[in-house]
């Protein structure tokens, strides 16, 4: 298959889970901020690995992981109505602290361009 399919079908996936994971009612999702940060969708396109970071951190988005595994059925076939897809990958959700790592770089070039200004 060619990677620009793959490409594009991972591109529309986290799109749609972006817009799906507001109308999650699990508390654990709905905590924290969550965000989508990457989805990797397996060659033959029955696989995609959903990235999940929280701005409150690596456990916030293990909860929010945990909450976001029981709620994958409905999230799959909310999916698989808005997508048109003849066949629907299975989510598997991984947690990533690439936003708060993201947020502690920018506080320490912060802090540096504070020092230098003084």
């Keep these: ?23 999650v009612k699990d508390p654990r999702v709905q905590d924290g901020m969550l965000s989508i940060v990457r989805v990797d969708v397996s060659n033959d396109l029955s696989y995609a690995t959903v990235y999940v970071s929280a701005l409150a951190g690596m456990e916030a988005a293990k909860t929010a992981v945990e909450g976001l595994k029981s709620a994958a059925g409905y999230m799959r076939s909310s999916l698989g109505s808005a997508l048109k897809l003849r066949h629907v990958p299975e989510l598997r959700f991984v947690p990533d602290d690439s936003i708060a790592y993201s947020a502690h770089i920018n506080e320490t070039l912060q802090s540096l361009k504070k020092e230098d200004a003084t």
């Design 1 to 23: 298959m060619a990677g620009y399919r793959v490409h594009r079908q991972s591109e529309d996936i986290a799109r749609e889970l972006t817009a799906i994971l507001r109308t």
